[in-house]
């Protein structure tokens, strides 16, 4: 009898042993150095850089297919200007223009294809057949087709298109257009606006919860993030940040319970705990006031100098940030709501993408 407990003990250890290493995926950092032209890649094991190579003209928007095998990072030929800065005292070089294309296990770009002007974020279908581009100064947003680099179809939008993120339950797109303060939700399919939101406050990127019913829209200038009925495409609430905060970049927690927002010159990430935040129905969220928002926004986690691109690694317990006036990515561990270290990477970091095993 104490042999066959001894066994059916040591079964249940190696079959936990295997679980855990199966969820221990090998994965890779992949960070967009707009200002150098390149991309540093991060090895999450050792959070250690393995390499960087030079990619094009301002690389910026970066994402992985699903499937592992590419990387694609969206080039620009335009001049960095500030807003509000005249926009012709500098050329614009469309040739560089593009949509770039890495191989991850060579760590070289292998292609580029003209996908539209000015193209800056992006975001890649569930399926990993299309990625959908905003064109920064042509107030439109792209659809191209990753087998082929061949455009599918071109969507009108308004001033400025910025943040495109993809639905997981519905498929549909939300592009974020910064000049007027709007969000507009396009079907794929039938290429065609199908609902516009007014957030206001400069909207700077989106992420979806994981059941596709609500929108997470960061707003710069506003300070705030608006949250969207992702069905019926209304803004229901405003979640105002802790002074000096600037909302950038948006990445929801593998659960879908937190919501994790970087604050540009806020210099830090901000947690938010998106059940707490559903549950309330107040018009407008405060951090600072007396409403009840304040409940919702967990942590204020300080990073590195103008925080902006960020996102999870495949088991949601590290989140890298890109830190655009420091040089650097910082390492934070999502328990315990602490940066672990700051890892030197190109000049001017902007994007991040998390590159797991090809499958």
């Known amino acids: 009898m104490k042999f066959k407990l001894s066994a059916i003990v040591c079964t249940v250890a190696i079959t936990l042993a295997l679980a855990v290493c199966a969820e221990a995926q090998n994965y890779f950092v992949f960070v967009s150095n707009e200002r150098s032209g390149d991309v540093t890649v991060i090895d999450g094991t050792t959070d250690s850089v393995i390499g960087t190579f030079a990619v094009g003209k301002r690389p910026r928007g970066i994402h992985a297919a699903p499937d592992g095998r590419r990387v694609f990072v969206t080039l620009s030929g335009s001049p960095r200007i500030a807003p509000g800065v005249d926009e012709n005292r500098a050329p614009a070089d469309k040739r560089a223009d593009g949509l770039g294309v890495i191989d991850p296990a060579t760590r070289k770009l292998i292609d580029r294809w003209h996908v539209g002007s000015d193209p800056e974020q992006f975001a890649i279908s569930k399926d990993g057949k299309f990625a959908f581009i905003a064109n920064e100064d042509d107030a439109s947003a792209s659809i191209i087709d990753l087998d082929s680099g061949q455009s599918r179809g071109r969507i009108k939008v308004s001033e400025e298109p910025e943040g495109v993120g993809v639905n997981p339950a519905s ?68 979640i105002q940040l802790p002074t000096g905060s600037l909302p950038m970049g948006t990445a929801i927690s593998n659960d879908g319970k937190e919501l994790y927002v970087s604050t540009g010159r806020g210099n830090a990430i901000a947690i938010i705990d998106t059940q707490k935040l559903n ?66 990477v190109g000049d001017g970091p902007w994007g991040i993408a998390i590159v797991t095993a090809a499958k």
Not at 306 to 329: E, F, Q
């Open 171 to 238: 498929g549909e797109v939300y592009v974020t257009c910064e000049e007027k303060g709007e969000v507009f939700a396009i079907d794929p399919e039938q290429q065609r606006v199908i609902a516009t939101m007014e957030t206001g406050g400069r909207p700077r990127s989106v992420a979806f919860s994981s059941d596709g019913t609500r929108a997470y829209v960061a707003c710069e200038n506003g300070g705030y993030v608006a949250v969207i009925d992702a069905k019926s495409h209304k803004v229901l609430s405003k």
């Open 279 to 344: 549950a309330q129905a107040s018009p407008l969220l405060s951090a600072r006031g007396q409403g009840e928002g304040e409940e919702s926004i967990v942590a204020m986690i300080p990073v590195g100098n103008r925080v902006w691109g960020i996102a999870l690694d495949p088991a949601g317990s590290k989140l890298y940030t890109a830190n655009g006036a420091s040089n650097d990515v910082s390492v934070v561990d999502v328990k315990s709501r602490k940066e672990l270290r700051r890892i030197k």
